[in-house]
């Protein structure tokens, strides 16, 4: 199928808001027209400028974490939305260099709007294209219910922490049960900030430093990375429609409205806005932080579930503590 390539009739993006319209400037490599804004590094890009750029922080950011090596055996959790189908694209990038193996996994959630049914089309279509496996599991199959079900049951304001906990428990499930070392995930620089600044904001320490997955040690527990670390959204977003991706930029899930997460986001977006960079200064200390906490280990042991034994931070997981509330077990 041919693409829409959109891009000569595009506008500049910007670096904060894609949505919003930078002047148009030349790049500020060369004497071709911008295409990008980069307000934190105070540069306009041209397309070959920017995609350069972008694929070198990418795999930067690959071999500074040494998220992948020869041989892996990678999932990807691919939604099918914008960021996972341009991860999914870099992943399958990256086998031209690296021999490593590459499936995908998508959980249907049963959430009954035509965004969902649009993400899990573009996900099988791009695997399909790629000549990537793809996986697709219903959480309808997994647990019984579907998220519209748990929402209609529960009466929760808060959907999305139900979801989340269903998508990581089976993601992790069936990624191990397919033989995957590692899980790819789509976060981007504004899902690393946000989740800082909840853990945060809801005194969470513990799981701050439990981000830091590479030291838990547990057969059943699979790893999980996230190439685009140090990716702003905006760029995940510029660099797919100019590749000419499939990528559904403005229509989202139907609870989006109730995440607190969405409210941080709002909030970190104004100080990015104010002050560019703010995203990656978040990320640094972080990291930084994380270098300074001294640990023997005992943060970051897992237990087993003692009802399904899965993985879990509690004697009870997550997932089981939702099946009771749901009287479903
Ligand atoms: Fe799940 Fe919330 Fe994301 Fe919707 S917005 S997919 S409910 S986490
Ligand atoms: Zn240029
Ligand atoms: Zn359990």
Known sequence: MKRESKINETPPVCGI?????????????????????????????????????????????????KMINKGDKIA?????????????HMLSLLKKKLPYELFAITIDL?????????????AKQECEKLGIEHHLFKLKDDLGCTLDEIVEKTGTR?????????????????????????????????????????????????RLFR???????????????????RIPESEVIAYGRLKGLPILEKKCCPYSVFAFRKFVRMQIEELEKRYPGTRFKIL?????????????????????????????????CKLCELKQKLSLR
Not at 76 to 88: A, P, V
Not at 211 to 228: A, G
């Open 17 to 65: 808001e894609y949505d919003e319209k930078p002047p148009e400037e030349k790049c500020s490599h060369c004497k071709n027209k911008a295409v990008i804004y980069l307000p934190y590094a105070e540069r306009y890009l041209c397309k070959t400028h920017f995609i350069k750029h972008f694929e070198k922080t990418f795999f930067g950011t690959l071999s500074e974490f």
């Open 284 to 316: 640094n200390s972080f990291l930084e932080m994380q270098k300074m906490f001294k640990t023997d280990g005992r943060e970051f042991k897992i237990r087993h579930c003692a009802i399904c034994d899965e993985p879990s931070s509690k004697e009870i």
């Open 211 to 229: 981000y830091n997955e590479h030291l838990i040690r547990d057969e059943k527990f699979v790893q999980r990375i996230k190439p685009f670390l």
């Open 158 to 206: 808060n959907p999305c922490s139900f979801c989340g906990v269903a998508k990581r428990y089976y993601l992790n499930k069936h990624a191990r049960e397919l033989g995957a070392k590692k899980i790819a995930i789509a976060h981007t620089l504004n899902d690393t900030a946000e989740t800082i600044m909840m853990n945060i904001l809801r005194n969470e320490p513990l």
């Open 110 to 122: 049963g959430i009954g709007c035509d965004y969902n049914k649009e993400t899990i089309r573009i």
């Open 76 to 88: 990807l959790g691919l939604s099918g939305g914008k960021d996972s189908i341009t991860l999914l």
